[in-house]
């Protein structure tokens, strides 16, 4: 409840009003948490959304958002927080906070690293989004139950990391701490590759497939499913893709690798290695019910 | 209600009691459609757990089914669908009707074609499954709503059809009519690579990340659902897998080529292409809503 209280008196800038940064503002003020919020968006869409559905009080720049919150949030794409960040960082009084939301964080620690106001920034990673984007995408209760990876939190100052800690436990959130570079290991096989088997695998049936129709029919079998990331946006995706790019690799030749060995069965018609390597894959069931 | 009320009179046999085979019994009984259910089952357990959960009436073998039961299901792994399917025909009376479920079906339709009795079997291919498997898997409400294909209905009698369809049609299902090779084709690119890319996903996976704990934690980043095919029963897939090896074939060596198009911009950091790939990945957004 203190905790509660004192972040009550903090006023949130949150710059980047899509999916991520539009779910923080609207679950921060359904759990009734934050007294003002102040949002920074480039689309004109965006914050004319962002306004109307009253995730911010107000649309402003960087510069006065800074000035004004106590607590800023940058939720952009992964490319562009860095930049973003850097400014922000020289901006700041001592008294503030900033945090970041996106899914790769080694270039983005390699930078506050070696900042002189680097102890004001939280690097986290909270693990939930959707297929869709874009404020009108926002959720209430988005992050509810689900982790949130903090990295290198020794880089940060006892004050600000208690402040953001607190968030996410507001949030619903359950907090793991992780160096940075492990953590972009970790993403790439947990989240990114899956999106690129997703886009790929999309790609595969609109090249294969030109009855459009039967797509939607049979979809049923499976399809919907392991193509939902497939719709995810670019521009968020892309950078992270770039960023992460030597694990990222690292992981799509393996599972290129693991493709190659159906072909053979295939090819080959050998069943019972077909049936092995399916047996090995079941065993997904012991880590995810 | 005349076609109910007729199919009210009908006395179903299912053979095999897993997902499918359950579903149906659990649906049709459901719909207070059927007089009586008689199950076939192998495995023990599953049919002793089918007569537990009052899926079936009684469990029977082979011979006795088909003199008792007028509409035969067959719901058991595609290879070995073929077998029974023969040696049901051989044994049945003229007013009968027989039905498999597989998600294979030129092997089956070549077969059917040339039997005698060819014309009292339909070859379909409900739309519909889970990554579950056994008759505690079975749902009441599976069917509903989705698409069942039937196909090459040319080869079937015109009673022996509309039998069918009226049954499909109890279980809320809309149908589709599709020559078998045509089936295989689309079968291939919208169901049986999403399986295969999934089970490949959870080899890579498990292959490269060691602490499964961190698997489970941070899975919300999209592996839970592109995963989720891995679950699936080999006992079930690796017989659909070899018999439609050809068109599952063509479509990996698609997908293994889409892959690579994504590992060549990572290689070449080629933002440009990169993103193009993912926008045109984007257009599924067109045909899944």
């Keep these: 409840m203190k905790n509660i209280e004192s972040l009550n008196k903090h006023t949130l800038?949150?710059?980047?009003?899509?999916?991520?940064?539009?779910?923080?503002?609207?679950?921060l003020r359904y759990k009734g948490f934050t007294s003002k919020i102040i949002g920074v968006e480039a689309s004109e869409k965006h914050a004319a959304e962002a306004l109307e559905a009253k995730l911010v009080d107000e649309i402003t720049n960087i510069n006065e958002c800074v000035s004004r919150a106590t607590i800023i949030c940058i939720?952009?794409?992964?490319?562009?927080?860095l930049t973003i960040a850097a400014e922000i960082l020289n901006l700041i009084s001592a008294d503030k906070v900033v945090f970041d939301v996106g899914s790769t964080k080694s270039s983005l620690c390699s930078l506050i690293e070696v900042h002189q106001k680097g102890n004001q920034f939280v690097a986290t990673h909270p693990m939930w989004g959707t297929e869709f984007s874009g404020p009108s995408a926002a959720?209430?209760?988005?992050?509810?139950?689900?982790?949130?990876?903090?990295?290198?939190?020794?880089?940060?100052?006892?004050?600000?990391?208690?402040?953001?800690?607190?968030?996410?436990?507001?949030?619903?959130?359950?907090?793991?701490?992780?160096?940075?570079?492990?953590?972009?290991?970790?993403?790439?096989?947990?989240?990114?590759?899956?999106?690129?088997?997703?886009?790929?695998?999309?790609?595969?049936?609109?090249?294969?497939?030109?009855?459009?129709?039967?797509?939607?029919?049979?979809?049923?079998?499976?399809?919907?499913?392991?193509?939902?990331?497939?719709?995810?946006?670019?521009?968020?995706w892309a950078p992270i893709f770039m960023q992460n790019r030597e694990n990222v690799l690292d992981v799509l030749n393996e599972h290129i690798a693991q493709l190659k060995k159906f072909k053979a069965c295939l090819e080959k018609e050998n069943m019972d290695y077909l049936w092995e390597l399916m047996e090995k894959a079941n065993e997904i069931k012991r880590i995810l019910k």
Tied chains: 1, 2.
């Design 139 to 236: 959720l209430h209760n988005a992050f509810e139950g689900r982790a949130c990876v903090i990295c290198n939190k020794e880089q940060v100052s006892v004050d600000a990391l208690e402040i953001i800690e607190n968030l996410y436990s507001v949030l619903g959130m359950h907090l793991l701490y992780m160096n940075a570079i492990e953590h972009d290991v970790h993403a790439a096989y947990v989240s990114h590759i899956s999106h690129i088997t997703s886009f790929a695998l999309a790609n595969t049936v609109l090249e294969k497939e030109k009855e459009e129709n039967t797509i939607f029919e049979l979809a049923a079998g499976g399809f919907e499913s392991t193509v939902r990331l497939a719709k995810s946006n670019p521009a968020m």
């Design 13 to 27: 800038g949150i710059i980047g009003l899509g999916l991520i940064g539009g779910s923080i503002a609207k679950s």
């Design 75 to 81: 939720a952009i794409p992964v490319q562009a927080t």
